[in-house]
Antibody
């Protein structure tokens, strides 16, 4: 059974860097895309970005300038860093396993993902 | 502003059926049948209910079904039960030149 367990600092001051790590237990680490998704209090889900086992990344264009996602395949872990946080970054952050689907024969890439396993979520609050 | 539009709320009585819509464009929802649906209870992580438009993961009740017509995907829950009361989110690729995943704004299902 696949389990994702995440951890990181829950209280930050404006301008600091958010840092979270997600460990994957059970199942293969390769062949999937490992995502970070966040949810502000009382609001909907927002995809932040993803990484695969070889370190290839994709980011939400609205966050790209501040986001770095990295991977440590020796530990089956991946991490999120979000710089220069503000109160607008206050949210529950989830890690999730993304299954690539919708193979595009013209580009050789998969067009989409669906998320079958999720971490427990980490509330990150940004406040002075 | 979500790229995918969902109704803010829907409601139904136990035993009834409800449908939640997810409207995109011809570039995302309309292009391929790749929409996924997630159920989220308060304080919990989302749970995958439907993927690739109409496929159910192992363990998900067959009361949940997905479909698509044009640029709108739909999630139907039949035989409503109290435990179905939750928030539901659709998800699709954004259809842009770079890879991006987008979620709908979410729909609160109330079982009356």
């Amino acid at each position: 059974q696949v389990q994702l367990q995440q951890w990181g600092a829950g209280l930050l001051k404006p301008s600091e860097t958010l840092s979270l790590t997600c460990a994957v237990y059970g199942g293969s680490f390769s062949g999937y895309y490992w995502s970070w998704i966040r949810q502000p209090p009382g609001k909907g889900l927002e995809w932040i970005g993803e990484i695969n086992h070889s370190g290839s990344t994709n980011y939400n264009p609205s966050l790209k300038s501040r986001v770095t996602i990295s991977v440590d395949t020796s530990k089956n872990q991946f991490s999120l860093k979000l710089s220069s946080v503000t109160a607008a970054d206050t949210a529950v952050y989830y890690c999730a396993r993304g299954i690539p689907n919708g193979y595009d024969i013209l580009t050789g890439y998969y067009k989409s993902r669906y998320f079958d396993y999720w971490g427990q979520g980490t509330l990150v609050t940004v406040s002075s | 502003q979500s790229a995918l539009t969902q109704p803010a709320s829907v409601s139904g009585s136990p035993g009834q059926s409800i449908t939640i819509s997810c409207t995109g464009t011809s570039s995302d929802v309309g292009s391929y049948n790749l929409v996924s649906w997630y159920q989220q209870h308060p304080g919990k992580a989302p749970k995958l209910m439907i993927y690739e438009g109409s496929k159910r993961p192992s363990g998900v009740s067959n009361r949940f079904s997905g479909s698509k017509s044009g640029n709108t995907a739909s999630l139907t829950i039949s035989g409503l039960q109290a435990e179905d009361e939750a928030d539901y989110y659709c998800c699709s690729y954004a259809g842009s030149s770079t890879f991006e995943v987008v979620f709908g704004g979410g729909t609160k299902l109330t079982v009356l």
